[in-house]
């Protein structure tokens, strides 16, 4: 079966977010069939925001912010990666992080400045655009996790997504093991961010905590491609991050680190 992607409203922050992010990935992807993925889910978002009457993207001063924002985070996110297949955990490892956070605010803040300066003072701007099926149940899973965590639904209500996933007529993935493995992971990431701040602001993250950040998000990373994969979504996000191998005392099934025995 080959699923269409679905209709979703994303704020014009988010869109503008997305097209730098998928113009340095078309810059800096090695995979020629990933670049092709890559375009075309960036000529889709061209085409949304064309038809919500906004100025051209690339027009607008904060694309050219996120898209150096986008390009250092790729090298930073590939240098994560390399130190694991190195085992190379030394002072300059922690930096990394310090790093990826702080750029991670500076993208957060761009966004924001986005959708303020394209509202009208009540309310964010919204674009109608269409998005990949790992994407779309990736928000489920996140919502299900924001509503869990904080005890409320939000905007992008977890069972309204879920709700429009059925009525096109895609399998009810939620109870399988891909979607499971989906929310494990963002609630872990969940997790392992808030320790990370924590230790950001403190004397410092342990390694092992840094080292978190990089398994349980490319565990997600995998569980989307997965599911993409399997209902066949002509759209997706594609990464090519750094190989490595799993680390002695990672748990990847708990997505958590083996509690090392007492001496």
Known sequence: MTACPLPYFASVGAVLDRLALLDVKRELLHDEHHR???????AGLDAAW????????????????????????????????????????GPKFRHLFADIQRLNADRAGHRRAVDTSFGDGSETALVEVVVGLDIYAD?????????QRLGAPTS????MLSEIWLAYRLP???????FRRL????????????????GLAGRGPSINTCR??????????????????????PVRDVKEYAPYPLPTGWDDGTLSWRPVPPI
């Open 212 to 233: 978190s950040l990089y398994l349980v998000n490319d565990a997600r990373c995998r569980a989307k491609k997965f599911i993409a994969l399997a209902l066949e979504s």
């Open 156 to 159: 992008a209500d977890a069972d």
């Open 50 to 89: 064309a038809a919500a009457g906004f100025r051209p993207p690339r027009t607008v001063p904060a694309y050219a912010l996120l898209g150096s924002v986008h390009r250092r985070l790729w090298h930073l996110e590939n240098a994560t990666r390399t130190a694991e297949r190195r085992g190379a955990f």
């Open 172 to 178: 009810d993935i939620f109870a399988g093991d891909a």
């Open 139 to 147: 928000q489920i899973a996140i919502q299900r996790v924001r509503q």
């Open 183 to 198: 929310h494990l992971a963002n609630d872990r990431l969940w997790t392992v961010k808030a320790e990370l701040d924590a």
């Open 36 to 42: 092709r993925i890559a375009a075309v889910e960036a």
